[in-house]
C-alpha cells in the first residue's frame, strides 16, 4: 500500500505539472490585459495594480477590435450556414441514393480530405487576382479580395470534404424505413430530407458546428492571404496579428492582451460549456489535422 | 415517383457543393502542379514555360536547404515528444484511479482549440528576452549579471522556441485521441495480466500499446502532415521565419517566395515538392509500422 501511494504522488506531480504549464500561461494573458503600461516594465510576474479597464475600451474602440470581431462573427455564422446548407443535402444524397457518378465523387471528395488549405491559398488567391482583372474589363467593381463573404464561402468550401465525410458517416447509419413510410404518403424526396432525415442528424450536426466554428473563428491564413488591403475589414485573428507587430513599436502591451482576452474569451467559454462533446466528436472524426 | 424528379433533385442537392469542391480544391491543387513549370513572377502577366527550370533552381537554393532542415528536425522532434507525453498521460488517465481525472482531461485539452495567434502571443510573452515568464523564473538560478538568454533571438535557440509551442499545442489533442483508443480495450485482459504478475509498466509496453497499435500509425501520419501544417502557422505569427531564415519552414518559405515575393511558379515548385515529400514520408512511415494486427 506504501509502495502504491508513493506512485500516486509522482502522477499527480506529473499531471499538475502539465496543468500549470497550460493554466498559467493562459492565465497570464488575462492577468496582462488589466495592467497599466509602465507594469510591463516590472517583473512579469507581479500582480495587476487595479482592474485597468481601460485596455479594452482602447482596444474595442482605437484599435477597431469591437469592427473585427463583428466581422469574425459575420464570417464564421456565414461560412456555418453555408456549409451546413451546401453539406447536409450532399451529404445525405451520397450516402443514400445510387446514381452515375457517384464513386468519382465519393473519391474525389476524399481526396479532399488530403488536400491541406495552407498549400492552395495561394493559387486561390491568385484566381481572385485574375477575377478582379476580369471584372475590371468588365468595367465592375472588384468584388473577391477584401470582401468577408467570399472569406466566408472559401472556409465553408474548404470544409467540405471533412464535413460531408463526418456526416455521410452518419446518414448510413439511419435505417430506410423512415423514408420509405414518408414516401409511401407521398411526401416528395425534398420535404423527407429536410422534415425526416435532418432533424435525426442533430447530433452530427451539432458536432459540425462545433469543429467549425473554433477553426473559422481561430483561421488566419486564408484570412491574411485575402484581406489584402490594410484599412479594409478584417477579421479577429488578422487585426491582433496586426496589433502585435505594432506593439513594439508604441509598446501598448496592455490593448494588445485584452485583444487577445478577446479573441480567446468566445472559444474559451464555448469549451468549458461542450467539452465533453467535443472531445467525443473527435474520436468519431479522427481526421482532423 | 417519377425518375426525372430523382435526377433533378440529386443534381440539386450534390452540384453546389462538387461545383464549389471543384473551384477551391481541386483546380488550386491542379495549378500548383501546373504552375511549377512556368516562370511567372512580378507583376507582369506574361507566364512563360520554363518546364522544370523552376525545380533545378530549387537543388541549389541554400534556403530552401535551410528550411528542409529545419522542417525535419521539427517533424522528428516535435513528433517524438507530443508522441511519448501523449502515450503517458492518455495512459494514466485512463489506467489510473485518480482524482480530477476529468479536470486534467479538460485542462490537457485547452491549447488545441486557441488559435495559433494567440498561442504565438502567449509564447513570444513567455520567451521575451527581458520581461519574459521564462527567463524571470532561470533569473533566480542565473548570475544576475549574466546575459539573458534571448529565446527568439538566437539562431541556435529559436527552432526549439518553435518547438516548444508546438509541443505545448499538440500534447492534449493526441491524448484525447490516445484516450479513446484505450478506453476501447476490456478491462478483463488487464485483469487477466494482473493476475499473471506484469506490473503496470510491463502492461503499458506490452498490453496497451500493440493493442492500440492501428491507432498510433494512424497518428503517426497525422504527425508528419499536421507538423508540416503547424509549423507553418506558428512561425508565420511568431518569427516570420526569422531571424536571418533560422526558423523558415517548407510552406513559409513557399509563402514567402509566392505571395510576398510573387515569384508564383517558383513558389508552386517548391509546393509540389513539399506536397510530393509529405506524402512519400507517410507513406515510408505507414510501410515500415505494419505490423500484424493482435487478435484478442
Not at chain 1, 456555418?80 to 447536409?88: K, R
Not at chain 2, 461545383?19 to 511567372?40: A, D, E, G, H, Q
Not at chain 2, 478506453?183 to 494482473?194: F, H, L
Not at chain 2, 509566392?258 to 512511415?285: D, E, H, K, P, R
Amino acid at each position: 500500500m506504501k509502495k502504491k501511494s508513493g506512485k500516486h504522488v509522482l502522477i499527480y506531480c506529473l499531471l499538475i505539472i502539465l496543468a500549470i504549464l497550460i493554466i498559467v500561461p493562459v492565465g497570464w494573458v488575462f492577468m496582462a490585459s488589466l495592467k497599466q503600461n509602465h507594469e510591463f516594465y516590472e517583473t512579469p510576474w507581479k500582480l495587476p495594480s487595479g482592474f485597468y479597464v481601460q485596455n479594452f475600451i482602447d482596444a474595442w474602440g482605437s484599435a477597431h477590435m469591437g469592427q473585427y470581431m463583428l466581422n469574425s462573427v459575420i464570417v464564421t455564422a456565414v461560412a456555418i450556414v453555408l456549409l451546413l446548407m451546401l453539406a447536409l443535402p450532399a451529404s445525405y444524397c451520397l450516402s443514400r441514393f445510387q446514381f452515375k457518378m457517384k464513386k468519382v465523387i465519393q473519391i474525389l471528395f476524399m481526396a479532399g480530405l488530403f488536400i491541406n488549405v495552407n498549400y492552395i491559398v495561394v493559387p486561390i488567391f491568385l484566381m481572385f487576382v485574375d477575377g478582379e482583372k476580369w471584372l475590371k474589363s468588365m468595367g465592375l467593381e472588384p468584388l473577391f479580395l477584401n470582401n468577408i463573404f467570399i472569406l466566408a464561402l472559401v472556409y465553408a468550401s474548404t470544409a467540405l470534404p471533412f464535413t460531408i465525410y463526418l456526416l455521410s458517416g452518419y446518414f448510413v447509419t439511419i435505417p430506410k424505413t423512415y423514408e420509405e413510410a414518408a414516401y409511401i404518403d407521398g411526401s416528395s424526396y425534398f420535404r423527407t430530407m429536410v422534415e425526416v432525415i435532418f432533424p435525426m442528424a442533430r447530433p452530427s450536426i451539432i458536432t459540425v458546428i462545433l469543429f467549425n466554428f473554433l477553426s473559422f473563428w481561430n483561421e488566419y491564413i486564408i484570412a491574411i492571404t485575402l484581406l489584402t488591403d490594410p484599412d479594409g475589414s478584417k477579421t479577429l485573428p488578422v487585426g491582433l496579428m496586426n496589433l502585435m507587430k505594432a506593439q513594439n513599436a508604441s509598446a501598448q502591451y496592455g490593448r494588445m492582451y485584452a485583444g487577445l482576452v478577446l479573441v480567446m474569451l468566445p472559444t474559451l467559454v464555448l469549451y468549458i460549456l461542450v467539452q465533453k462533446k467535443l472531445t467525443q466528436g473527435m474520436m468519431l472524426g479522427g481526421l482532423k489535422g | 415517383m417519377k425518375k426525372s424528379s430523382k435526377s433533378i433533385f440529386l443534381f440539386l442537392c450534390i452540384a453546389p457543393s462538387f461545383l464549389l469542391f471543384l473551384v477551391f480544391m481541386i483546380i488550386p491543387t491542379f495549378n500548383i502542379f501546373r504552375m511549377s513549370l512556368y516562370k511567372w513572377g512580378g507583376y507582369s502577366p506574361d507566364k512563360t514555360f520554363v518546364g522544370l527550370d523552376n525545380f533545378i533552381k530549387l537543388s541549389k537554393d541554400m534556403k530552401f536547404f535551410q528550411s528542409f532542415e529545419n522542417t525535419i528536425f521539427l517533424i522528428v522532434a516535435v513528433s517524438l515528444v507530443t508522441f511519448t507525453m501523449a502515450l503517458v498521460f492518455a495512459a494514466i488517465l485512463t489506467r489510473e484511479n485518480l482524482i480530477g481525472q476529468n479536470f486534467f482531461r479538460v485542462v490537457f485539452y485547452i491549447p488545441n482549440i486557441l488559435s495559433i495567434v494567440i498561442i504565438s502571443a502567449i509564447f513570444s510573452a513567455i520567451l521575451d528576452s527581458k520581461n519574459g515568464l521564462l527567463n524571470s523564473i532561470l533569473n533566480i538560478f542565473r548570475d544576475k549579471n549574466a546575459e539573458p538568454i534571448y529565446w527568439l533571438g538566437d539562431q541556435k535557440i529559436v527552432i526549439y522556441s518553435i518547438a516548444m509551442a508546438m509541443i505545448w499545442q499538440a500534447v492534449g489533442y493526441y491524448m484525447v485521441m490516445y484516450m479513446a483508443s484505450m478506453a476501447s480495450v476490456p478491462e478483463s485482459v488487464y485483469e487477466s495480466a494482473s493476475l499473471e504478475g506484469a506490473g503496470k509498466i510491463h502492461q503499458f509496453f506490452h498490453l496497451t500499446i500493440p493493442l492500440i497499435w492501428t491507432n498510433i500509425r494512424t497518428t503517426l501520419t497525422f504527425f508528419i502532415i499536421s507538423n508540416i501544417n503547424l509549423s507553418f502557422t506558428i512561425v508565420k505569427a511568431m518569427t516570420g521565419g526569422g531571424p536571418d531564415g533560422s526558423t523558415e519552414v517548407f510552406l513559409s518559405y513557399m509563402y514567402k517566395q509566392a505571395y510576398t515575393n510573387s515569384s508564383y511558379g517558383y513558389g508552386m515548385a517548391i509546393g509540389v515538392v513539399v506536397f510530393l515529400f509529405s506524402f512519400a514520408l507517410s507513406g515510408i512511415v505507414s510501410l515500415v509500422t505494419k505490423r500484424e494486427p493482435i487478435e484478442l
